[in-house]
């Protein structure tokens, strides 16, 4: 055999040999390792009362490309289920959240408007970025952004199978509620060793609440809520919004190490006035980074000197500016009514009563710890 017969038998098994190596590796690297797992998902709940800005809130969550948020998940039931209290309802929307952050959706879909099969029979679907998207929407997202208004007219033909789809490519599921009243019916969801659950407890100084609640249509939520009250109490609603939210830090508080790290509680004021420094550290609570475009997102809709193509509910003002309102509008005998009723609130969060009406009236003055 010549010498180049013998060399060109010996390159030739050498591509060989290095072709198999490189099949094996890769072959290796596309498998699966026994060790390696999908990351589990975090489950987020933000908890409040009506017009504490939770809308806002949950917003910044929907606004971060890798969190799956859905708006006010027990809306239905309420609408469904108005002839029973608030707390009978707590059961079938604490079972409710539990479904959703499995992206068991089928529970949704017997409460909700129509057949059960569209996601617009939710009502807000057009508040979940993540529904506004192909599969559950048959359009990409517009090149400048998510847009709401476009959102529900585009994307109501999306199925509820869709959302389940969508929800499982998810590791943050994000939910908000003004629905619970009673913190004890959320710990059973603490002791599921499939949910990674964290509380973010929302809020507001109740003189604010009060005032902005005279614009906004509550009657059906308010009926329900006032099914069984005081009847000698003349602002009840108040002084029951004002006394379950409080109840919900005290018993989270006493709930020790269950709680651990996976209760947060953060004030209106506080996220209206230094909202990118307050909204980092939910972020940080909730295992997210914050992203230039949330940065640019919230500074828009918290100042007034950005022109806004779209403004999210009302809070596309000035934010200082809002949260200060309440002392320009409101009757200083009402605001010491309101006062009365939630005084064991306003000492457990900080909120300082007004001393006169003039003083109401001074800006200069700081009614927030």
Known sequence: MSMRLVFRSCFFLLIVFLSYQFYQVNKVSKTPKSHETKKAPIHVLIISSWRSGSSFLGQIFNHH????????????????????????????????????????????????????????????????????????????????????????????????????????TYNYRVMKTVRILDFSVLLPLFRDPNLDLRIIHLVRDPRAVASSRKYFSLSIEDKIVLMEHDKDTKDPIMAKICKAQANINRMAKAAGHLLEKRYMLIRHEDLSREPVENAQKIFKFSGLKMTQSIEEWIYNNTHDDVKKKEKYLSYSKESLKVIQQWRKIMDFKKVKEIEKYCKEFMDLFGYLPVNSAKDQKNMSLNFVL
């Open 65 to 168: 490309p890798d969190v799956f948020y859905i708006f006010e998940p027990g809306h239905s039931i309420w609408m469904r289920l108005y002839n029973l209290g608030v707390n009978l309802l707590h059961y079938p929307v604490r079972d409710l959240i539990h479904s959703l952050f499995n992206c068991d959706v089928t529970p949704m879909q017997q409460y909700v408007s129509g057949d059960g099969r569209y996601i617009s029979g939710m009502g807000f679907f057009g508040e979940s970025r993540a529904l506004c998207l192909p599969p559950t929407c048959p359009y990409p997202e517009p090149p400048e952004g998510y847009n709401r208004t476009k959102c529900y007219e585009d994307c109501k033909n999306g199925t509820f199978d869709d959302m389940a789809k969508v929800c499982h």
